[in-house]
T-cell receptor, first 112, second 114 residues
Framework: QKEVEQNSGPLSVPEGAIASLNCTYSDRGSQSFFWYRQYSGKSPELIMFIYSNGDKEDGRFTAQLNKASQYVSLLIRDSQPSDSATYLC????????????FGIGTKLQVIP | GAGVSQSPSNKVTEKGKDVELRCDPI?????LYWYRQSLGQGLEFLIY????????KSGLPSDRFSAERTGGSVSTLTIQRTQQEDSAVYLC????????????FGQGTRLTVV
């Protein structure tokens, strides 16, 4: 089982819809969770992080964390064509090497 | 520097040659990661350095790959006897502490093995 799992997509949504991106992780000791966005040909950049169970909202983005289910998601409201990118889920585990582990990313396509 | 700097930005090499890729992390960042990303694929973890601790080399795909980090700052990823399947973008990232803080990525080195 991979440490961080994401569906590679592509996930296609119409402009103005809600895009829901999902991520599961294997280690219950995971403490912190990040969502990065990567435009084609560019490097990943952080868009959201979440540490506690529940929802965290930032503009059109909402991160949701459920530690009991080992599940973290990213919702993008009012999706825009400019949101088309690959979204990478990353998880930080404090034990062992104390490193951040990335999923393979979900490609999102927002159709005008 | 202001960000993570990688060099060269592009490298074309002949099959069988050795290459060195350089990463200069943000000053003061103790954690440094190397990733590989093939065209249209996700991030593949290669190696992780944290301060003076032994690096996590679990992602290195073969013994042709090695990396070092001198003085806790600049890192060099070396690929010996390059193969065509090594062609990819090699990304370096650094973070301030080995904790729940943002990792900043460099712009990557695009390696093409011909």
């Amino acid at each position: 089982q991979k440490e961080v799992e994401q569906n590679s997509g592509p996930l296609s949504v119409p402009e103005g819809a809600i895009a829901s991106l999902n991520c599961t992780y294997s280690d219950r000791g995971s403490q912190s969770f990040f969502w990065y966005r990567q435009y084609s040909g560019k490097s990943p950049e952080l868009i959201m992080f979440i540490y506690s169970n529940g929802d965290k909202e930032d503009g059109r983005f909402t991160a949701q964390l459920n530690k009991a289910s080992q599940y973290v998601s990213l919702l993008i409201r009012d999706s825009q064509p400019s949101d088309s990118a690959t979204y990478l889920c990353a998880v930080y585990l404090s034990g062992g090497y104390q490193k951040v582990t990335f999923g393979i990313g979900t490609k999102l396509q927002v159709i005008p | 520097g202001a960000g993570v700097s990688q060099s060269p930005s592009n490298k074309v090499t002949e099959k069988g040659k050795d290459v060195e890729l350089r990463c200069d992390p943000i000053s003061g960042h103790t954690a440094l990661y190397w990733y590989r990303q093939s065209l249209g694929q996700g991030l593949e973890f290669l190696i992780y350095f944290q301060g003076n601790s032994a690096p996590d080399k679990s992602g290195l795909p073969s013994d042709r790959f090695s990396a070092e980090r001198t003085g806790g700052s600049v890192s060099t990823l070396t690929i010996q006897r390059t193969q065509q399947e090594d062609s990819a973008v090699y990304l370096c990232a650094s973070s301030l502490v080995p904790g729940p803080t943002e990792a900043f990525f460099g712009q990557g080195t695009r390696l093409t093995v011909v």
